[in-house]
Structures are given as C-alpha cells and as structure tokens.
C-alpha cells in the first residue's frame, strides 16, 4: 500500500482546512512560522470529514461497555484489502504515536528547593493507536488495556456547547497553564460514568486517564470530529517515577493535534526550528493532559516526553514558569533501570526532606547544594565544547557523580532498602554507576553502565548476601564475563528478590509517529505490515510490543538509528 499522504481526502487541496482559518485569526509569531509550513505541503495528515461519506472504516465491532479488559471480537478488515476492492475509495488508515517516559538522572529534591535537576527520556515508551470508525458510528472509544480501561462516548452527548463557547474556547496554538473550572464541571458527568462498577482506587486510576483524554478532546476536537477507537499500550510500569502519565498525555495531544492538522511533518529534511516549533505545540496540550492527572505537574515530565533527549530544568520561584533548558549534547548512554515495585508517595518523600531541613537547616542546605554541585558538574561537562561521551573519562566523571548524588540522597532519608540492596547487588558486579531516581523510598533505581565488561571476575550473584561481610567472589567462573552475561545473571538475582530490570537507552528521542500505522519488519507482504488494532492489542507483554511496533530498530546499537517508519521532530 502507498505510505504517501494516506488521510488526504480526494478534492482536498492543502490549506484549506478549518484550522487554517481559524489560524489566520490568531496573530503570535509561533503561529505564523507554522502557517506557514502548514501551507508548504509539507506531510500533514488530514482529517476525515464527517460529511464525507466515502471515508470507509475496519469493520470493527461494537465496544464492551462493561468496562472489562477483555480484547473484544475485533473483525478487522485490512485496509489493502479494502483498497484492492475499491480503489477509487479514500481510506483512513490507522496511524499511531509514540512517546517515551523519563528519569531524573541528576538533581531530584533539589529541585523541589530550587537547584537545578537534569531529566533525560529514556527508551521505555507509550505506543498509542488510532483506529478510525465510519461515520456513523459518532462513537470515541478509550481503549487502555494497561489499567483495563475500556469506555465509550456518544461524540454528540459530549458537552461541546462548553468547550467551543467564545468565552471558553481554546485553540490548538493557545498556551494553557491551568483548567477551566467550569470546563471541568461540564466534563465530569462524563468523567463520573467511567468504570463505576470498580474499588475506588482503580475508579481514580481509570477517570484520571480519562479526564486528560477527554479535556484534550473538547479543546481541540468539535462535534465533527471523527469516530475513533483509541487503544494505548505502554511499556513503562505504572506509578514508579518514570513519567507514565506524561507519556498518556504526549501521545493524546500529538494525535489529536494530528488529527486536526495542527502540525507539519514529521519528516526527515524538516528544519530544526519548525520540528521545536511542532514538539513546543504537543509539549503545550501534553501539560494540560497532566494537570487532569497530576493536578499540579512541574512540567518536567511532558517536556522530557515530547522532546526526548534531556532537559536541566530548575524552578527557583514557584510563581513562575521554569526554567527549562535542553541538553541537545545528552549522550545516549546505555541504562539499566530496576524497579522496587515499592510503591511511594513523591509528596511523603518530598515531606522527609522539609522535615529533615526544619531540623537541621544547615546540614539540609549543604547537603541540597552538594547535589546542585553534583548536577551542575555534569551539566558543565556535557555543554564543554570537546564533549565526547565515548571517551572512557567522561563517562566515568559522569558515573561518579551519579555514585555521589545517590550517597547525598541517602543522607537526606529517601532511600529504601530494596533500593540499597539493588545497588549492592549492581556494584557487586561492576557493571556501572547506580542511583536512586525520581522520589525514593521506593520506586526505580538507575545504572549507568561502562562501556566494556569489567575487568575483575564479578561474584556469582547468588553468594551476595545483605550483609557485605557474606559476600564471597565464586571463583569457578572461569570465562572472562561479558557485560551481556552478567547482565543475563543479574537479572535472575533481582527477579528472585522480586525486582523488575529493564535495560533502556538514556536520551533517545521524543514524540514519534508512524503514519500509517504500516512497519517494514522484513517478513511481510508487498508494502509492510499493517497494524491494526486487533494486531496491536494481541501482543505479548513488553516484548511483544516492542516487537510488534517498537521505535528501536534491531540495529539500535547504531546512534540514533529507529525502526523504518517511525519519524520524529529532531531539534
Ligand atoms: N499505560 C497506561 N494506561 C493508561 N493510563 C496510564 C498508563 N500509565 C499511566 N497512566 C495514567 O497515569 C497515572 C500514573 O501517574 P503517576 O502516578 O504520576 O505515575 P508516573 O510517575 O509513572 O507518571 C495513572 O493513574 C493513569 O491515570
Ligand atoms: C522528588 C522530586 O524531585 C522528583 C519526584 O519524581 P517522581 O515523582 O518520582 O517522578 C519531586 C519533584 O521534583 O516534584
């Protein structure tokens, strides 16, 4: 099948759309740049027409309303197939987004006292679907089968009347840094409906996601807008620090400005400033999505997620925006991320270290300055001009400071034994430099790995007791180790005390998408693999998803290099 402007309707010429006119009514600078690439023809996709009955659409069946998880009875029908029938009908082909989750590499609880932090993306990612319906369905479904969500609204119930009222009404090139509360109120009907049958706390979990979907809807969507089924799978765990909810929030607002042509590209030649110009639009709507989740996001979550790479972001007045500056530099260092599963809360985390500064204000301030020194020493390393992450020094200076930063952590009280025991099962096998990320006192821990194997035969992980005085070095390993099977056995280790690895990339890229959602994995009929939804929830854990749709090309040790089909905005 063609990849060539798939969601262009025949007759429809560029620049035309109702977007653009109401863009031609707005006047910041920001948006006369876009106007501009918008009208350039650049690969914009277009929206389908509720007027336009040729649009055609997979023969999906109705969704479950129950709430329940279940893969309901798709019948999908693939899309070359619809085309070989009828050609001289425009199809609307699925497409998807991507964003990836983050970790505070350098600098959390600082930044709480207003040091700067460093967050860099990393490869763990949320995938989202998009699967258009006929028109006459005027149906939106929520598809997240992650929290087991599954809801559906009737498009023309929805509380349009709200959003598009002159008063209220926001445009997709509008910055918002707060909700409308009446806008909330007219929504929350429709929020209240969601998953009621479900113990309270998932109720949360469900009408939170569905909130951020549903505000970015009204905003940026109108009555017209077209009957789709949403289906979000991601990659990250839930609640551990690494930006999950940003990832919802970028992948809803991307799409959804895609949807209503409010961005250009993305494609290979455009220039850096549009693609900024393009991730700054998502980044803008992104946030709102948080603020339903999150009440009150710093921001640092989404801006990590719609750009990728690594940011320092640092917010010295509360009253004001923060500062927040990229790290274009940011080496896409290998990373070995274990979870706790020990479930925090940021704000008790966040409530020790103002305790522990009311009792010893001195010690506190110096020990918070001691990790501005620790963030600060990295940010000068990584901007100086002959900046090479593959020299071994540099990587090693960065290793340290992470050693450093997470022995500051410790001493401000936001550790947690499994943290310090997944450290002593990492160090014990030399393997890289490991800290606490994000709140502490439980949640994820960070390595970052040396380039080459060690050259000390590591201990047989299972002789590492708690105690260190326990610790024996297992000299029947006789084979030189490779970072691979030590890892290999590290990850036996810490599954068996109920720790979860992952090994990622730090500050790879942001928002992604691949439109259609067709891959080239090699093994597929003429014009690559179609993947529909039915496809898209059928894979296996986070495997199957990276399998399936993943960003990373199996060639992934090549810098930069992505999966056939994926484009992103690179700055
Ligand atoms: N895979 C997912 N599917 C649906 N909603 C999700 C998913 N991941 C995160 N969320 C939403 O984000 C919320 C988690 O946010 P939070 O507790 O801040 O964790 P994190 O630190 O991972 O962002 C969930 O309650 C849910 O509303
Ligand atoms: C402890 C803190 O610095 C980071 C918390 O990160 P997270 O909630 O674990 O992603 C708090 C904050 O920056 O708001």
Redesign the pocket.
Known sequence: MTTHSPLRRRGQSDGHSRQQSEKSQQSDQEEKTSLSTVSNGTQTPEPPSPDDDSIMAPNLTLPDRSGASKVNNLQVQPVSAIHMRRPSVPMMPPFMVSAP?KVIVYGEHAVVHGKAAIAASISLR?YLHVTFLSKSRRTVTLR?P??S?DHTWNIDDLPWAAFSHPKKKKYYYDLVTSLDPDLVAAMQPFIACVSTKLPESDR???Q??AS?FLYLFLSLGSQKSAPCIYT???T?????????????AVCLSAALLLQIRALSGPHPDQPPQECGLQIERINRWAFVGEMC??GNPSGV?NTVSAGGKAVLFKRADYNKPPVVIPLRNFPELPLLLVNTRQSRSTATEVAKVANLKAAHPRITENLLDSIDHVTESAHDLITSPDFDPTHPAALQHLGELITINHGLLVSLGVSHPKLERIRELIDHTGIGWTKLT?AGGGGCAITILKPQPPVRTPPSISTIESDEDDCEIDSAVSEPPTTHNILDTLEIALEAEGFEKFETTLAGDGVGVLWPAVLHNGNEEDGGEEIDQEKFLRAEGNEGIERLVGVASSRRRIAKEVREGWKFWRT
């Open positions: 989750g949320s997240f992650d929290i969500l949360r979990i469900h939170s996601s951020a979000l799978r991601s990250i765990p839930i609640g551990a620090g690494l930006g999950s909810s940003a990832t919802i989740i999150h979550d994000g």
